[in-house]
């Protein structure tokens, strides 16, 4: 029963694990998409997609080692090495998007530029999906718990 | 255990991932520190003193109240708009209007309810402060018909008037639109109302300009074709406008119907003064918070005063004409997809424009035009080409509705050159006094324009038939000091105007002279007066006896006997041709024929469109032509600047007073000023001087614009003029000012000295050190969206109006910054668009009227343009920054750029070689997420070229800011003490928050981890 019980929560956190990679990949494309967009949001910067990719890479892996070893105090904290990542990129995407953002809705300059809001609304959207990756990477971060074999 | 120990990491898990995302939130917020203050008006650091502060202040406001500056404001605005205002038809003296008590007037067109009252971004007047027509009107002896205003009101969300069109990094334009009512809307119009308002009905019609966007001739300037009939331009008027003016017409009721022109490019509106049922027109340009009581004084008799305002501009009939507007618009190099491969257009390479006309812009086309007609028709002047009307002569008659400097009174004034009162040095200076008559029955005010028509024969240089040379107004010599004083000449009256102009600002460039150089041709040249300079032109003429009349009183005709050539200045500099690689011909040979008057019909401008950019081109249009040199010695470096957070004690209020750029006092307060720094403020505009703590710098304040300070009183106010909150005015906002074409047409130096001072005085109440103004581009082409924040089509007018405004100004401790150092004479693709012209038209139309404000302002900033010099940014370009602007004109102020949006096009190292020392720029953080990576000390100390270039870009910041507002309120022992306002407290409190909830959690998580390892055991 105990073990039932433990891989529910394990399966729980491979979902979410799943889940939140969902979230960080749509991020990623609508952080792309946006700078294809075109107006002020340019510039490709590599950080963000490696970022992100890290993030995925370490939170399904932690989810499948969890799967196969239980849990362990180290995956707690690979989990919060992934909120980390995730942080690291939001902000470094804001960070190079809030003088766009400025120039857009703080003046006229560009208030008739459609294809420069089509770029804002997909940053907007990036922001918001890596928000949800992380929320779900929050979650998951309560439900690791310490496994007693036997 | 284990639930706790979950909870406990996953709470750890929230905490740290709010710490990182708190930390640089406030890393962020930091470096966006000024422009969060700005926005959230709050303040990140103060400076505190000992002492009565009223002796640290170097420049003390004429104004001890905010009742008093407020009023300034009201009254200096109200009086530019009274003489800035143009009197274009006054059929049967029409104007001015007078009734026994309220003059009952109904006005027509959406902009008499969304009027235009200023330009957009930094030249935006405070909307909540406009005064509308109705509301001027209504305090100034008028009832305004208020169901028709209703009427507009209530159609405001349909009928937004339109405007130019968006016009950054594009490769393909769109139209504007108008968006005048339609007729159909007239039928639910309160009709019955209109008798009991029926002295004058009032329509006003316009044109919105606005920054980053441009107007274009013909169809592709016109988005909805609906609107307009085939052929028509953007800039006529459109069916729904003609519609308007028959429906007026056709009421019947109205005793006068008068038109309005709210636009500050020119528009076409021969059919206006050709209706014999409009019987006035009045230009009022973009009217600022409280012009319109100066409009309203103007139409009531009441007022005693007559209009003394003349056009800034030439009102062509039909402006898509014009040799300028043969190229105006969208020009992509046709592999510009090679150039730069972004998407973005990252080195905004991908465009051009070829300005092929030379020299004949605005009146310098049309009246040199219609003096060949007369004088030498085989030069072609009268053939069809850039007619107006289909297949026939060109005709100035129906090419020009009214000419430069155009403008009637209710008086009438005789002008007379007095030559026993005048001292002409035609190679030199001279003083020319004109004698003025009020031979009219009301007194008024008279502008007086001074022309000169230079010899020209064929194989010469070209020249304009007649040049604007100097203007100026009756009654200011007697006037007293302030603009409160108005002087007018009374009828029978008259009064000596002396005016006094200067060689340098009349000899042609010769490219072909040695290495360059100006020339005076010998021959005999004419000093005219008259109304505007197709009326000059005619006494000219009539002197040369090509046309029926007396000149001799309006024109002075002066003999030079040698030609003279002018290859250095007064000041002893070498003048030479710096613009050799702007000629298109030069890259790509064949490209360009200029305009010439000696064959109007072969060289009339074509549109010069789909260029290929050489080979050799397209390294100079990827901009990266400066490599940092790696490990050179600098050691001679290493005690000019100071070091970081170790003061030598030297304070920099020792520049107080200090304005001699060789001054040793500049050296010591470099001494105490860090690298780090200095390169810190290179790129972020100084928008943070107090980083300086070494040498106790404190607050520099920046702001623009042409309009007037973006700021508001209250919360700027500090020092002694600190604003209670109390105070009525605490929300005043400065930036109330009319447009610069009003000012311009006031044909007044005064006036514009006086917005100078009164502009000073706003920025000593709110400690505003920098101001980016005056904006000096010349209109080239009425089709360019930003010309309400430019003075005039002519570049003496400009460059006068800039110098009076920025001696006023500067008087006041405030640093002006001219702009847009130089050929930004249109906003399309603004940034990056490689500009092409000849040296001769560059040097006596756009770069003259800065050369003016350089040399008789004295200005002490510039700002560069968004554009490309040939093929090379504004602000790298050697032959711009380097040789004429540093060299020739020798001009040892700051330099900076505009707005840096793409920093591989603005790229700093080649624009600091070139001369150039501020990169103006709100934060750090660029779009790519990241400054300029080699700005930093560690590159920069090991490339020696740059390191002088450095010292000289903190030289010439020093020497423009030193004698300033900055140090207003700042003696050797005043300390500037950091301020932590709310944004930063709350990102602090997160911060703080964060990290105990990471320890706190944290800690938990170890401790449970550990009694569960032990329960285990």
Redesign the interface.
């Known amino acids: 029963m105990k073990k039932e019980k433990g891989n529910k929560k394990h399966g729980l956190r491979f979902g979410l694990s799943i889940t939140m990679s969902v979230f960080l990949v749509l991020a990623t494309l609508a952080y792309v998409i946006g ?2 967009a ?6 490709f ?1 590599v ?1 963000i997609p490696m970022l992100t990719v890290f993030a995925i890479i370490l939170s399904v892996a932690v989810a499948i080692l969890m799967e196969k070893k239980g849990n362990q ?1 180290i995956f ?1 904290l690979l ?2 090495a992934v ?2 990542l ?3 990129a ?3 995407l ?3 998007r ?3 953002f ?2 857009l809705l ?5 208030k ?2 459609v294809d420069g809001y089509r770029a804002l609304y997909f940053s907007i959207g990036a922001a918001g999906l890596y928000m949800f990756g ?1 929320i779900c ?3 998951a ?6 496994k ?1 074999s036997g | ?3 706790k ?3 406990y ?2 709470l ?3 905490f ?2 709010m710490l ?2 708190a930390v ?2 406030y890393n ?1 917020a930091d470096s ?1 520190r000024a ?1 969060l203050d700005e ?1 959230l008006l709050t303040s990140s650091s103060k400076i505190v003193n000992t002492g009565p502060e009223e002796d640290m202040y170097d420049y003390l406001s004429a104004y001890s109240t905010t009742d008093e500056l407020v009023t300034a404001h009201e009254m200096l605005n109200e009086r530019l708009q009274a003489e800035g205002t143009v009197l274009l038809k006054n059929q049967d003296h029409a104007l001015p209007l007078s009734t026994e008590g309220d003059i009952k007037v109904t006005l027509f067109g959406m902009r008499s309810d969304l009027t235009q009252f200023c330009g ?2 930094g030249a935006m007047t405070a909307r909540v402060q406009n005064v509308s027509l109705e509301e001027a009107l209504n305090e100034r002896g008028f009832a305004v018909n208020p169901e028709m205003s209703a009427f507009y009101k209530g159609l405001e969300k349909d009928y937004k008037p339109g405007s130019a069109s ?1 016009a ?1 990094s594009v490769v393909e334009v769109q139209g504007g639109t108008v968006n005048e009512v339609p007729q159909a809307e007239y039928a639910n119009a309160p009709q019955d109302s209109y008798a009991a308002y029926a002295d004058a009905a009032i329509i006003v019609l316009g044109r919105d300009c ?3 966007r441009d107007f274009y001739p013909g169809e592709t300037g016109i988005a909805n074709p609906e609107e307009f009939e085939e052929g028509d331009n953007i800039l006529g008027l459109s069916l729904d406008e003609k519609a308007l003016i028959s429906y007026v017409e056709s009421q019947g009721c109205f005793d006068k119907i008068i038109v309005l022109i709210n636009s500050t490019s020119a528009m076409e509106i021969d059919g206006l003064k050709n209706d014999e049922n409009i019987d006035a027109i009045m230009w009022i340009g973009a009217p600022g918070n409280y012009g319109f009581y100066g409009v309203a004084d103007l139409l009531n008799a009441a007022s005693g005063m007559s209009p003394s305002g003349s056009l800034t501009d030439t009102y062509a009939v039909n402006t898509a004409k014009s040799p300028a507007a043969q190229n105006f618009g969208l020009y992509c190099w046709e592999n510009y997809k090679d150039i730069d491969a ?3 257009f ?1 080195l905004r390479a991908a465009w051009y424009l070829v300005c092929n006309e030379s020299i004949y812009d605005g009146y310098k086309y049309y009246e040199t035009r219609y003096y060949d007609s007369i004088v030498n028709p085989d030069s072609g002047a009268a053939s069809e080409i850039g007619s107006s009307v289909p297949g026939a002569a060109w005709n100035y008659d129906t090419e020009v509705s009214y000419p430069f400097g155009y403008g009637l009174t209710y008086t009438s004034f005789t002008e007379e050159i007095v030559p026993e009162l005048s001292d002409i040095q035609i190679d030199g200076t001279s003083t020319v006094t004109v004698r003025v008559t009020n031979t009219g029955d009301v007194a008024g005010k008279d502008n007086v324009q001074l022309y000169l028509a230079l010899p020209y024969a064929a194989g010469q240089v070209e020249k304009s038939a007649i040049q604007l040379v100097g203007y100026g107004k009756t009654g200011e010599a007697q006037e007293a000091e302030g603009f409160e004083d108005v002087v007018y000449l009374q009828p029978g009256e008259s009064e000596d105007v002396t005016i006094t102009i200067e060689r340098d600002y009349y000899a042609s460039y010769d490219t072909q002279e040695g290495d360059g150089a100006y020339v005076l041709d010998a021959g005999t040249y004419y000093l005219a007066v008259g109304d505007g300079a197709h009326d000059a032109l005619n006494h000219v003429l009539s002197a040369q006896g090509y046309l029926d009349g007396d000149a001799s009183a309006s024109t002075l005709a002066v003999e030079l006997a040698e030609k003279v050539v002018i290859d250095e200045t007064k000041e002893g500099q070498p003048i030479q041709n710096q613009f050799e690689d702007c000629d298109i011909n030069t890259l790509i040979p064949g490209t360009a024929t200029y305009l010439t008057r000696s064959d109007w019909a072969g060289t009339f401008p074509q549109e010069i469109n789909g260029l290929t950019a050489t080979a050799e081109m397209i390294p100079l249009l990827k901009n990266d032509t400066y490599t940092m040199a790696v490990g050179e010695d600098t050691s001679e470096y290493e005690d000019v600047f100071g070091t970081k957070n170790q003061s030598n004690g030297v304070n920099v209020c020792i520049l107080k007073g200090v304005t001699d750029y060789e001054d040793p006092a500049y050296d010591e307060v470099i001494s105490n000023m860090p690298l780090e720094t200095i390169l810190y403020e290179i790129c972020m505009e100084y928008s943070q001087a107090e980083l300086y703590t070494e040498v106790k710098a404190g607050k520099l304040g920046l702001s623009d614009g042409p309009v007037g300070l973006l700021k508001p009183l209250g919360i700027n106010a500090m020092g002694i003029y600190e604003v209670s909150k109390d105070d009525p005015n605490y929300d005043y906002n400065l930036n109330t000012y009319v447009s610069p074409p009003v000012v311009g047409a006031t044909f007044s130096h005064k006036l514009a000295y006086e917005e100078g001072k009164l502009i000073g005085d706003d920025s000593i109440w709110v400690h505003n050190t920098w101001l980016y103004a005056s904006a000096m581009n010349n209109h080239r082409c009425p089709y360019n969206g930003r010309n309400n924040e430019y003075y005039s089509e002519d570049p003496i007018l400009t460059g006068y109006m800039a110098s009076d405004t920025v001696i006023g100004a500067q008087e006041n401790g405030v640093v002006c910054t001219v702009k847009h150092f130089a050929f930004n004479n249109m906003e399309t693709n603004r940034e990056g668009v490689a500009t092409f012209f000849d040296e001769q038209a560059g040097r006596e139309n756009e770069l003259r009227g800065f050369q003016i404000v350089f040399e008789v302002g004295k200005t002490k900033s510039v700002m560069t343009s968004f554009n490309r010099i040939g093929l090379t940014f504004s602000s790298a370009d050697e032959g711009l920054i380097t040789g004429l602007l540093r060299g020739e004109w020798d001009y040892k102020g700051a330099v900076g750029t505009d707005m840096v ?1 793409a920093p591989l096009y603005e790229s700093w190292e080649e624009c600091l070689m070139a001369g150039t020392d501020i990169m103006l720029n ?2 750090p ?5 990241k400054a300029w990576e080699t700005l930093q000390v560690k590159y920069v100390s090991q490339d020696a070229d740059m390191m002088a270039a450095i010292y000289e870009s903190i030289h010439h910041t020093l020497y423009a800011f030193g004698d300033s507002i900055w140090l207003n309120g700042l003696s050797a022992d005043s300390e500037v003490v950091r301020l932590y306002p709310y944004w930063e407290v709350i990102i602090i409190s997160v911060v703080g928050f964060a990290a105990i909830g990471t320890v706190v959690f944290g800690l938990l ?1 170890i401790l449970s ?1 550990i009694k ?1 390892r032990k329960k ?1 055991k």
Do not use: C, H, Q
Request: hydrophobic letters at 45%.
């Open positions: 700078i294809y075109f107006g002020y949001y340019d510039d910067n950080l105090e707690s989990t919060i909120s980390a995730i942080v690291v939001l902000m470094t804001i960070s190079a809030v003088y766009s400025a120039i703080l003046s006229d300059l560009e008739d530029r992380l990477n929050f979650v971060g309560f439900i690791g718990t310490k007693v | 255990m284990k639930r120990t979950g909870i990491a996953g750890t898990n929230i740290v991932a990182i995302f640089m939130a962020l966006y422009t926005r957009s971004i968006s950054s606005s920054e980053a972004s998407s973005s990252e949006k709100t934060s953080i660029n779009e790519d997420g998580w981890l569960s285990v």
